[in-house]
């Protein structure tokens, strides 16, 4: 066992040639990130990049106090400064924060941005659950339209498409206006109220913090109580009811099929109106693979203008094993052309350059840094466990006569070739397959 290992919860994200797990192959992550952002480059969607740790109280402020993240599972330390800070669990406050100091609401009155990173919640770790897993998430802030709902929902859609996930559902739930949420809160404590002896623990806590919540209990005796509850979309007054259908709307000019599902409230205190999820079974348990919903007041409640937002996170780590559970294609590094052994301490320096000039030229080239000739085996031997093409010896004996022994590592035939050609002739090689 090594001496020191990841904390738990925590994962190494490797170089595919030492991965021994496929999702934890830097490769893969890189592709899923260029499928990322060239989507949203094709939305109008710019990167945001954000501090990793911001002051507690945005979170506080900003999540919530009554969500589980604020409660239970934030990395809260005190710096020596003595300030309280918080790394960040989640990318919505952040983003508003960056967005509001930056002034960008000064001269537009919409802001697109994505960003990309690591997260940080205290939970119990398992398959798709981790303490820092990452996040691809994207916030819209702009005039309240239903269209703005349904384009973040098609952008996401978009997403799992072009990453070869076709078997996703897409659930989708109203949780209308503060104001109508109120009327339909005071529903739910009477009903559950009525009930308090069955209800578990967790959902008792929640009656007076935030009943909504109860209804996402997993709890198996909460669950027949919760198939009986009201339902708040038989209380919703006009202005959510046709924000709603508007979004609906959209979707279906779109052909994106969803599930209207009552029982979807999500976790943070800052969603209104629209709230969907995108889950796929391929996972195992934590099947939801990204979700999201319209913020109502947030950013005016940061201190922002009265504009609303609306946005979605992905789990990068979900995402790249669902992506791999049913399209093992998506791993495709360039292949490394040649790999350049020397002989000699005089060949070494002559190789040195030429390998420099040979990746100028846009060829992939790894190099041996040893010369020693009773190591050419070993060389030969790393070239095939890398998977080089080729392999380009040079030796005393071809120095003097100005070139270089080629051999194909598959078919192990030889040639020479003249130093001064070496990377046209590599570069024509690469072109062939
Ligand atoms: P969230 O549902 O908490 O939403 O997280 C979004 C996604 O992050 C989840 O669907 C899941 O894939 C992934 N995720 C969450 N926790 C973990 C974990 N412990 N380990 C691995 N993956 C995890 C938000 O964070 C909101 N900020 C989304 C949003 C943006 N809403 C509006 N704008």
Redesign the pocket.
């Known amino acids: 066992m090594a001496k020191y290992q990841a904390p738990k919860g925590t994962f190494d994200i490797l170089p595919r040639s030492i991965s021994p797990i496929a999702w934890q192959s830097s490769s893969i992550w890189s592709n899923v990130e260029e499928v990322l952002k060239r989507l949203c480059h094709h939305y109008g969607i710019e990167e945001l990049r954000l501090p990793v740790f911001e002051n507690t109280e945005l979170f506080q402020k900003g999540t919530g106090e009554s969500s589980d993240v604020v409660q239970k599972e934030m990395y809260t330390f005190t710096d020596k400064g003595k300030r309280s800070q918080t790394l960040r669990p989640?990318?919505?406050p952040g983003s508003l924060r960056a967005l509001i100091e930056s002034g960008a609401f000064n001269s537009f009155s919409m802001q697109k941005i994505f960003y990309l990173g690591p997260m940080f919640?205290y939970?119990r770790p398992q398959m798709?659950?981790?303490r820092q897993?990452n996040?691809f998430?994207v916030?819209i802030l702009g005039p309240r339209s239903p269209w703005l709902d349904a384009e973040c929902i098609c952008l996401g859609s978009d997403i799992l498409k072009a990453l070869g996930l076709s078997k996703f559902k897409l659930l989708i739930n109203t949780l209308a206006s503060q104001e109508c949420r109120q009327g339909y809160k005071k529903l739910l404590q009477e009903y559950f109220g009525d009930h308090l002896s069955v209800l578990s623990e967790d959902s008792q806590r929640r009656l007076t913090t935030n009943p909504l919540r109860i209804l996402d209990s997993k709890d198996a005796g909460d669950q027949s109580l919760i198939a009986q509850a009201p339902k708040l979309r038989d209380h919703l007054d006009s202005s959510s009811s046709e924000f709603f259908e508007g979004v609906l709307e959209y979707l279906k000019e779109l052909n994106i099929s969803y599930s209207i599902d009552d029982k979807l409230v999500?976790?943070?205190d800052y969603y209104c109106d629209t709230v969907f999820?995108w889950q796929v079974e391929s996972i195992g348990a934590q099947s939801?693979?990204?979700?999201?919903?319209r913020?109502g007041k947030l950013l005016s409640d940061m201190g922002g203008p009265t504009l609303e937002g609306v946005?979605?996170?992905?789990?990068m780590?979900?995402l790249i094993q669902a992506t791999l559970a049913c399209n093992q294609q998506l791993e495709q590094t360039p292949r490394i052309e040649a790999l350049f052994v020397a002989i000699g301490k005089e060949c070494a320096k002559k190789l040195f350059t030429l390998a420099h000039e040979a990746r100028s030229c846009g060829l992939c080239i790894e190099t041996w840094p040893l010369h020693d000739p009773k190591k050419l085996k070993n060389a030969l031997s790393y070239g095939d466990k890398i998977g080089a093409k080729s392999v380009i010896i040079l030796g005393e004996n071809e120095l003097s006569n100005n070139q270089a022994t080629y051999r194909h590592m598959q078919g192990g035939e030889e040639k020479k070739v003249s130093l001064q050609e070496l990377s046209s002739f590599l570069k024509s090689q690469s072109e062939k397959n």
């Open positions: 989640e990318g919505t919640r939970e798709g659950r981790y897993f996040q998430g916030e999500r976790g943070f999820e939801a693979i990204g979700g999201g919903g913020y946005g979605f996170a992905m789990g780590e979900r």
